[in-house]
């Protein structure tokens, strides 16, 4: 059965940095794309990384230049990572999988399975 793990983020202050982490395990054939959403408080789950088996990146708006997704295939790890953190980056961050061969992108994705997810919290 195919896992996701997620892991890290926490508390910081405005301008600072955190990363959170997720851990793939239990499948045969390994994600098309992965993903990193994130949903805040009274708002919608909005896709803001996704990386493809290749290593294309696809980034939203809000946290390009800061936010850097990246994948250890070695340790079966998604990462992002998220500097200069501002309070409207403050959300539930969720890792997921997409096992289709389809384009990846944040606006494309449609997983198929989710991490549980963790909270990010900045203050001002």
């Known amino acids: 059965q195919v896992r996701l793990v997620g892991s890290g983020g926490g508390s910081v202050q405005a301008g600072g940095s955190l990363s959170v982490s997720c851990a793939v395990s239990?499948?045969?054939?390994?994600?098309?794309?992965m993903a990193w959403f994130r949903q805040a408080p009274g708002k919608e789950r909005e896709g803001i990384a996704a990386?493809?088996?290749?290593?294309?990146?696809s980034y939203a708006e809000s946290v390009k230049g800061r936010f850097t997704i990246s994948q250890d295939n070695a340790k079966n790890t998604l990462s992002l990572q998220m500097n200069s953190l501002k309070p409207e980056d403050t959300a539930m961050y969720y890792c997921?999988?997409?096992?289709?061969?389809?384009?990846?992108?944040?606006?494309?994705?449609?997983?198929?399975?989710w991490g549980q997810g963790t909270q990010v919290t900045v203050s001002s």
């Open positions: 997921a999988a997409d096992f289709r061969s389809m384009p990846c992108g944040i606006a494309t994705i449609r997983p198929q399975l």
């Open positions: 239990g499948y045969t054939v390994s994600p098309y794309c």
């Open positions: 990386r493809d088996r290749d290593g294309s990146t």
